[in-house]
């Protein structure tokens, strides 16, 4: 009955090395989320969607690309990861942009090295 | 812009005693507010919200919080801690177009027994 999951829960990869990490919810929501957790645990916005489509691209390198297949599903996919790039990363969704309650996954640790 | 300060990085309190955690914001608009709570290894789940309604706001777990726009302060406190608040509590505003959250650095809460 998870509402936002994510997959994987954790990853270890090498720098250089591309790598994806999926996100689903089963609230029925239109818009989901990618939050970056540092390693000071401050928390950041990367992207969002609503239905299928960009309405958030902060600052965030031209290697991380978001992929929405539907409205469940938001994937994010990295190239050439980088040693920077090892940090916390949470999926979220909301009902529509403008709703101000998000519902977070777990999130999925990723360490590069 | 928007901001959100967290006044302490980190609080303890002893189990029975009453919790207050500070957070300040910054806005030209009225935003809402949230307090948002992450135990460890977990992710991020909703304590409360303020949306231009009531002043003082119920959340989970015995929480509240009260938003004071003279002091543009939004501090969430509990009457008596128990060991399972220990986590990480974060408090969060909503961006200008209401579409995005902007979250504080967090304040590690500790409780001792």
């Known amino acids: 009955d998870t509402a936002v999951s994510q997959t994987p829960k954790y990853l270890v990869t090498q720098m250089g090395n591309d790598k994806s990490i999926k996100c689903e919810q089963n609230?029925?929501?239109?818009?989901m989320y990618w939050y970056k957790q540092d390693s000071k645990k401050f928390l950041k916005i990367m992207f969002s969607?609503?239905?299928?489509?960009?309405?958030i691209n902060e600052t965030v390198p031209n290697r991380f690309s978001p992929k929405s297949p539907d409205k469940a599903h938001l994937n994010l996919h990295i190239n050439s990861l980088e040693l920077g790039d090892s940090a916390v990363y949470f999926c979220?969704?909301?009902?529509?942009?403008?709703?101000?309650?998000?519902?977070f996954g777990p999130g999925t640790r990723l360490t590069v090295l | 812009a928007q901001s959100v300060t967290q006044l302490d990085s980190h609080v303890s309190v002893s189990e029975g005693t009453p919790v207050l955690l500070r957070c300040n914001y910054s806005s030209s608009y009225s935003p809402s507010l949230f307090w948002y709570v992450q135990h460890p290894n977990k992710g991020l789940q909703l304590l409360l919200k303020?949306?231009?309604?009531?002043?003082l706001v119920k959340g989970i777990n015995g929480f509240e919080a009260e938003f004071k726009k003279s002091e543009t302060s939004f501090h969430l406190t509990k009457p008596s801690a128990h060991m399972s608040d220990a986590a990480e509590y974060f408090c969060?505003?909503?961006?200008?177009?209401?579409?995005?959250?902007?979250f504080g650095k967090g304040t590690t809460l500790s409780v001792s027994s």
């Open positions: 969060v505003v909503t961006n200008q177009a209401g579409t995005a959250l902007i």
């Open positions: 969607y609503n239905n299928k489509e960009l309405i």
């Open positions: 979220a969704s909301s009902q529509d942009p403008l709703a101000d309650t998000q519902y």
């Open positions: 303020y949306t231009s309604a009531a002043t």
């Open positions: 609230l029925g929501h239109d818009t």
